[in-house]
Each structure stands twice: as structure tokens, then as C-alpha cells.
């Protein structure tokens, strides 16, 4: 219930259209259920041979007309309305999950399955959309119908009118029921497609691996399995959810039938009023309008209960934790970039410590190296540096400013970044090395692209620097990507560098090029570089060793070699074997 | 939709006995305003009471075996397309198995997993529909039908040029609308795409403080999804009231002519009344109809999806499905002459012809681009190659069987790619009868026994609860077990710092009972090696030892002496 009135709150802005759907239901449901009245009329009018009188008919005919034309325009208008309703609610609603994830900490984006949030974004939204057009349909002209049906049946005779108000609640009854025992299967069946959309994901997603290791048939199994379950869970959901419509048609059948036979006698003995006999076609008529709104949300009630299913996985991403607001905290001009790390300790989960007690003083200009083993935390400073994660305890200063005291943004576009992972998005080459920059110039870029060696390729593409980049960019090598990553950032032109593994995928010819170019950026830049390849920064001012997540020796790297530590034996190791 | 009928075959019992019962159920329907008319015609005004009782059990009793049957139908349909969907979903999952890489990367990982998914539960709902109702609304329709021919002949004439119109009617809205539902679901895909990249994207995004830009462009898809959301539901808005003015202004020329009829003496009163409640009937089937239709339409673009998929042709087909016997005497592989392309571009690989003897360890070295990877995939048949011939223990790669080529070669890829299950599961895939102490034997020989502490260790998806150089010497371990002849690494030490690459790479060498073939950047890596292939823009610019290449190959030497001081790289 919580879930329908979240939904709703989204259709708020809508008034309008709400109303508009309201009135136009009123009138098209009323002249749907005035009808009725003229055709009643003119049937008894045909009394029989020779007893007819046109005139009458006549005029019940035009009656008629007018009514399916008022009919027809505002039953356009109320649906009309509907999809204005639901389709700018889904909209809203997407655009808001979407921002809602620009908003989350990052440990929250890492931690869950992306397709799962990709999925909340596309298809749940869509169930939510597709839920709220049913309901809110249903409801309006519901209602109007069964309070309308319910006034021209007492028109027509009250007593009768009772008979067919005291029996349809029969109909939810029955449905009410159905609907709980079939939630249980529902449930089994939603957690199973789940089950069954990762396994794909990973199986279908991974496709190449698994050629590789002609994994084909063992996976294809394994799915079967899965597979079988489903089809035996969800036979049962369909056909419990299938049960609801016919039961309270049944139902609603009995009641035709009760209002029909009990109709009858009273038109023969009179014993609840008087009764004509094109009253009782009429009534009848109406009996069966009646239970309709009753049989249509048993029809839909499938689609209601994904709608709602749906709409909770939306609203636990809306509702969960997003980073404190700072737009009243500092902002910054161009950084000078002295940044200094005091007593830091951090830690991505509780039961294991990484960082402790940490400081450094990087003035400004300086190069910071970052070494170590692979997983030993390189990547961890980083993080907290550019503040995708927050420290436990300490702080770290940017020009004497706690980084806490800036606002997040301010912080992150003093440093320019490029990462291991080569992200890129699907647009233009172009578009995507002036992502940082929107105001560079044509010359600007392709001189940042010069700079790092991504131009002679670019221009191979075969639209040169408007070729598209296509979806995971497949159309690019990994050393492509990670080159225009430093193309992107070289036309940022930030005051501070961070530089992660950034030359990973490049081949060492390109790499000293590529070193050479950031040796000209870096230049009285504040830079921190995590590098695998030591000969890389053996200039850095500082060079920081880390180990199993601690800092185990710094300084710079005649320095560290004297002291034949660790730095000397990872140095060393490089070479041993050449 | 129709092209996927063949995952219906064995129902037939079920798609025939559902709808009939449907079709009962529809029947039975039909009889209840006649058995009223009777009421009326018989009952009221021959004030029959008991007429009118004897009527209203029978009305009962139609209510009744309408349920029943009803109930069968909903079994029946329910049954029929959860099988149906089931079977799809095999058949999807197998097809996709036998596709070579060029078909997958021209579909796309992400489209292929909707259509495994979303696009089959539609069409799997559809199956359901059509049988549930799409059957039962014509029946309704063409039972009210002949019902108002046996009533009155002429009269029934009206009844025709209603059904008609609005079959006209649900034709232009349900092909106008059809391209409307396709282009909805091509900005959905699009709207996927971009969330994905958000979320790929997060770190960089937030870096470069681009989350408005990136909101924006998103808000753009939204509003254009509503756009045209609104647009297709103007169009489909009409169905209803088109439908609702077609039946009505039937029932307004019923009374009209029918008056006259029951004036001249052939019609009862009661006979009218009847007329027009099948019309009323008509006109709730219509209605039934329009809406199936609009959700046929949508269902139908998911058909035709599943159905691209199926018809998508596998590049590299496999020849025979005979064991091949290894020609010992030859060359563990020979490459005589391979040309590559991936499409009509210039070729990714030129000519490229060298041997790589049994029980050798071959380094491939090259900058970024030069074909290595290509080479490998070749070796494995995910692509062919355009001309020229490979040969795996002497017979060309065509001749085996894929699996039995596949299970040969332990591969790592680049990517280090795990699977959601456990260390032990995850280690089984190359060799599924592989003992424990094998799987150990391959943690410790990869140096991952360090942080392996029992083989029932959960692996989450894509292994993401292991480090990046974790996962890569996992995947190292994953080609070890079932100690596979032709090890074949593709820079598979990327992610591991020096110290451990080292040891990693003395423990494999300690196995000279097996072809090793290493592909990277850092010559350090391959320094050692018994041969070394240096490629450059897809062709084979030298071919020997470290010393040799280093003397006589000034590409490699120029490799080397980026990575190297001169001395190092000497000695």
C-alpha cells in the first residue's frame, strides 16, 4: 500500500489531466450507461404487431446518436488523459533514479549488480507505468460506472437494485482469495527470474570465455535446470493468477442470472414494484455493466501486482542513502595544489583495517608515486583523495582546507584523472576529448590528442575524429581507449593530476612518448601516480610503498634503494631475470 | 510471432483443447440472452412462473460448465506458453552457443541478454493471451453473428457491416501504431545504455564533474520516450470510442428497422432485445480484441527480436564432429600463410607464417594493435581466417571438433573473467572431473593458493570480490587444471606486479612437458623464451631468441630498450 501511494505521488503534478480524466469519465460512463434508457424505451414502444410507434423510436434514435457522440469524444480525452498521466510519471520517476544514482557514494554503485540497477531504471520504471495506465483507468471509469449503474438501477427498480448490490461483493471475495494464495507463487517465481536473468547475464555476457573453454553444453545444463524449475514455478503462478478472472466472472454470472430470474417473476407478480418488461432488458443491462469494473481488475491484477513489485525496487534505490548535500559548503578558485594527508585512517569494510594513521605533506608542484603489489591498496588514496570514498578518521587538506569543507565537485575538477578502466561513452571521438572541456576549440583537442599519441590513430578511424564510438566501444583496442582517456584529460588542463595505472594497456614504445607528454603536463602540477611499471617514476619526489594496505616505506628512489627494503626488492625483481 | 510457432509442436493437444473450451465457454455465453429471451417471450408474458424457474436453472447450470471449461482453457494456456517460453529460452541459450564471435559482437552482449529475458517473457505472456482470449473474443463475434442471422436474416446485415468496420478499424490503428511501439523500445534500449554507462562511467563522471551534463542527455531520452509514449497512445486512445461508435450506431439502426419488423408481425419484442445485446456482446469482444491487439503489437517486436537472434548464421560452423588423432611428429602449430580480416577493411593480419615446435615456450610480443590477440583468437576458431591455413598438431584447425579443439588449449584472456559460484566450481571449467588436489596443484603453480584458503570459497559475479591481479591469477589457475598440452597466456600478467609475475612465471617453465605460448608487452615476460614472434601492424617482422632479436630485429630492440636500460636489456 505504501508502495501505491509513492507511485502516486509522482502523478501529483498531473492535476490537471487528472481532473480532466475525472470529468471525462463522468460523462462518457454516464451517456455509456444512459444509453441504455433509449433502447429500453424504444423496445417498448414495439408492442407488437401493428403497436408501433415509430415517432417514439424516432426519437429514442436521436437520443442515442447524441449520446455515442458525447460518448466517443470524451472517452477519447479520458484515455488520452491516462497516458499523459503515466507516461510523465515514468518519466519523472526514471529521470529521478537516474540522478539518484549520480548522487549515491560510490560504494553503493560498486557494490550492487549493475544490470540489476539498469534494469530498475528501464523495465521496472516501464511495469510502473504500464501498472499505474490500468489502475488509474480502471478506477476512474470503476467507479463512475458502478456508481452510475447503481443509480439507474434504483431508477429502474430499488428493490432489485439491493439484490444485485448485496451479491457482487461476493465476486472480490472470491477474488481476494485467489489473490493470496497466488502471492506466494508470484514471489517464487520473481525470485526465480531473477535467478535465472544473472545466470544469462553472466553466461551470455561472458559468451567468449565460455566458447573459449567449450563451456557451451555444461552451461546450457545448468540453465536447463534453472530453466525447469521456472517452467514448473511459473505454470503455477500463471494458472493461480489465471484462476482470478473466470471465478469472478462465474461469480458475476451467478448474479446476472439471480437479477434475470428474480427479475422476471417480478415483472409477472409485481412483488418488488413494478417492472416493464424493456425496464428489465434495461436493468439487466446494467446488472452486467455493473460487474464489469469487478471482472477488469481481477483481469489486470497480474499487472497491478508486477506494477507494485516493480515500483518498490524503484523506491528502495530513491530511498537509499545518498551523499549529504554540500551546497553550502566552500568553493575554489584554481587550486595552488599543496595537499596534505593527516592521521587518515580508512577501511572499505569494518573487519578489515587498510589505511592507518597515514600522513604525508605533498607541496605543490611535487610528484607522488604510488607503488606496491597488486591489491595492496594503491588504488584506496586515490579514492580517498578525489573523495569517492570517505575517510574514517584524520583529514586530508587541500591548500590548508579540510577537503570535507569542499563541496564534492569543486573538489574533483582541480584534478584531471585517468584511470585503468578506459571508460569512454558511446558519442564522437570528438565529444568524448572535450567531455572535460566543452569550451575547447577543434585545435585544442587535436593538439591534446597529439600531445598523446592518439591522433595518428584517430585519424586512420574511418571518420577520423568524428567516428562514433560504439556501444563498450569495441570498435577501439584497449590501448585506444586508455590513450584517449589522456587526450581527454591533457584538454582538461587541470591544476592536479591523478594518474592510475594509466599507461596499462599501452605498449612501452607508446608509453615513453605518452610519459614523455605527462612529464610536460605534470610540470608544476600536483600529480599522484599509481604505476605498476617502476621505471616509470623513478623521478617522483616522493614514492610511497605500499603493502597489504599500509604505506610501508617513502621517500624518494635512490633513497629507497639504500635502504634495501621492500621498494629495493620489488625494483630489483623487475630485472632479475633479463 | 509466426516464425516461432515451431516451439509449439508439442502442444498440440493443449492449443486445440484450450481454445475449444474457450470456445464452449463463448458458446454457452451466447446462450444466456437467448435462454433470457426465452424468459421474456415465454415467462413474463405468458406469466409462466415456472417457466421462468426451469430458464433460470438453466442459466445457473451455463455458469457453471462455463467455469469449468473456462478453468481447463486457463490450464491449458498457461501450461502451453510457459513451455513454450521455456523451450524458446533453451533454444535461444543454444543458438547463442554456436555463434562465433563476429555474429556476438555485431549483436551485442546487452541485446542478447534482453531478448534472453524480457523479450521472451513477452512473448511467452502473448502465447498465454492469444490462447486465453484472442481466440474466445472472434468466437464471441462470429457466434453473436450467426445467432442474429437465425433471429432475422435481414437485419443481420447491419450486424456484418459493424463487425467490419471495426476489423477495419483495429487494421489502421494496429499498423499505424507498430512502428511507433518499435521505435519506444529502441530509445529503451538506448535509455539502458545510458544508465549503463553512468554506471560504468561513475568515477570519471563524478571526476570530471559531469553528472548535469550526463543527467541532462539522459533527460533528453525520457522525454522523448514520453513523447512518443503519447504520441502511440493518441493513436491507440481511438480504439475504443471508434469501436463503441460503430456498435451503438449498429443498435440505433436495429431499433429503427427492427420496430418495423415487429410492426409487420415477424419479430417479437424480445427478439429485439436479444439483437441488441449481442450487439452489446460484439462490441465487448471488439473491445477485448483492441486491447490484444495493441499488446500483440508490442509482442510482436519481441518475436521479432528472439527471431533476429535465430536467424543470425554462424560465421565459423564446425566441419566434423570426429576426434581428430595428433599427428605427433609435426609441429605443435604451424601458421602457413594466414591473411585476416574483420570485414572488408584492410587486413588485421598479413601473411603471417612461422611454426612453434612441441613442448617450447613461444613468447609474442608487439605493440598495442599489432594483431597478437587476433592471432590467438584464430588458433581457437572463434574467427577464420580469411586465407592461408592453421594447423594444430598437423591437421588443420577446421578439421576438429570444436570441442575437442577448445578443451585442447587452456586459454586466459585478457579479461580476467570469473563465474558466481565457488573457487572450486569456478576452477572445474576447462576439466569437469578435476580432483582437488589438481585444482590445488593449479592455485599453487598461478600463485593463488596465497589467498585461497578452501576451494569452497563463494565467487561472486564476474569475480568482483577478488582484486583485479586476484582474478587474473585465478583465471591462470582455471587454464592449468586438466593440464591442457597448448597453454596459451594473452598479457595475462598485466595486472600482477613484478615480484609475483616472476614467480608465476617460474613455476609454469618448471613443466617442460607442455607448448606454452605467451603474448605481452614486457619482454622482461618472455626474455627467456625458446622463440619469439615480433609482430608489427599484423605482419611477422621477426622470429628467434631475446639475444637474436635484440642483435638483428631493431623493433624488438627498440621494445625492449623502452622498458630497459640498455645494459639490463643486454645481459
Known sequence: MKTVKKILRYTKSQMFFYILAMICAVISVGFTLYIPVPVGEAIDFMIGKGAVDFDKILSAVIKIAVSIGLTVVFQWLMTYSTNVISARAVRDLRSDVFKKLNTMPLSYLDKNARGDLISRVTNDAEAVGDGLTQVITQLFSGIVTIVGTLIFMMSINIGLALVVVILTPLSMLVAGIIGRLCAKSFRDQQELQGEISSYVEEIVGNQKVVKAFAYEQRGEQSFEKLNKKLFKVGLRAQFAGALANPCTRFVNNMVYAATGIIGALTVISAFMGRLTIGGLSCFLTYANQYTKPFNEVTGVLTQIQTALAAGERVFKVLEAESEPDDSDKLTLGEARGDIEFKDVSFSYTSDKKLIEGFSLKVGSGEQVAIVGPTGCGKTTLINLIMRFYEVDKGEILLDGVPTSEIRRDELRKQFGMVLQDSWLFSGTIMENLRYGNPDATDEEIINAAKLSYAHSFIRKMPNGYNTMINENAENLSAGQKQLLCIARAMALDPPMLILDEATSSIDTLTEIRVQKAFKKLMKGRTSFVV???????????????????????????????????????????????? | ???????????????????????????????????????????????????????????????????????????????????????????????????????????????????????INAVQANVAMVMRLLLRAPFLIIGALVMACFIDLSLSLIFFAAAAAIGVILYLVMTRSLPFYKKIQSILDRISLLTRENLEGSRVIRAFSKQKAQEESFDRETERMEKTALRVGRLSALLNPATYLVAYTAVALILWFGGARVNGGSLLSGDIIALTSYMTQILLAMIVLANLVVLLSRGSASASRI?????????????????????????????????FTYGDGDNELEKLGFSIERNTFVGIIGATGSGKSTLLSLIMRFYDASSGEILLDGHNVKSYPFSQLRSSIGVVPQKSTLFSGTVRSNMKWQDENAADEEIWDALRTAQADSFIDSLDKTVSQGGMNFSGGQRQRLCI???????????????????????????????????????????????????????????????????????????????????????????????
Open chain 2, 1 to 119: 510471432m509466426i516464425k516461432l510457432r515451431r516451439f509449439l509442436r508439442d502442444y498440440k493437444l493443449q492449443l486445440i483443447v484450450g481454445p475449444l473450451c474457450k470456445l464452449f465457454e463463448a458458446v454457452l455465453e451466447l446462450f444466456a440472452p437467448l435462454v433470457m429471451a426465452q424468459i421474456i417471450d415465454n415467462g413474463i408474458l405468458k406469466n409462466n412462473t415456472d417457466y421462468v424457474l426451469k430458464m433460470g436453472a438453466v442459466l445457473v447450470l451455463i455458469g457453471v460448465v462455463g467455469l469449468g471449461s473456462a478453468l481447463v482453457c486457463q490450464y491449458m494456456a498457461s501450461y502451453t506458453s510457459q513451455g513454450a517460453g521455456t523451450k524458446i529460452r533453451s533454444a535461444l541459450l543454444k543458438h547463442i552457443g554456436t555463434l562465433s564471435h563476429k555474429e556476438l559482437d555485431k549483436l551485442g552482449a546487452p541485446a542478447l541478454i534482453t531478448r534472453m529475458t524480457s523479450d
Open chain 2, 307 to 339: 527471431n533476429e537472434v535465430f536467424e543470425t548464421e554462424p560465421s565459423v560452423r564446425e566441419l566434423s564432429d570426429k576426434e581428430v588423432q595428433p599427428i605427433l611428429s609435426a609441429p605443435k602449430l604451424e601458421f602457413r600463410d594466414v591473411s
Open chain 1, 531 to 578: 604505476a605498476h611499471r617502476l621505471s616509470t617514476i623513478r623521478e617522483s619526489d616522493t614514492i610511497l610503498v605500499m603493502r597489504d594496505g599500509n604505506i610501508v616505506e617513502q621517500g624518494a628512489h635512490e633513497q629507497l634503494l639504500k635502504k634495501r627494503g621492500f621498494y629495493y626488492e620489488l625494483y630489483n625483481s623487475q630485472f632479475a631475470d633479463s
Open chain 2, 477 to 571: 589457475a582455471r587454464a592449468l587444471v586438466g593440464d591442457p598440452e597448448l597453454l596459451i597466456l594473452d598479457d595475462s600478467f598485466s595486472a600482477l606486479d613484478f615480484a609475483t609475475e616472476k614467480a608465476l612465471r617460474q613455476a609454469l617453465l618448471s613443466r617442460r612437458d607442455r607448448t606454452l605460448i605467451v603474448v605481452t608487452q614486457r619482454c622482461s615476460t618472455i626474455a627467456e623464451a625458446d622463440k619469439i614472434l615480433v609482430l608489427e601492424d599484423g605482419t611477422l617482422v621477426g622470429e628467434g631468441t631475446h639475444r637474436e632479436l635484440f642483435e638483428g630485429c631493431s623493433a624488438y630492440r627498440e621494445i625492449c630498450l623502452s622498458q630497459l636500460k640498455a645494459e639490463e636489456a643486454a645481459r
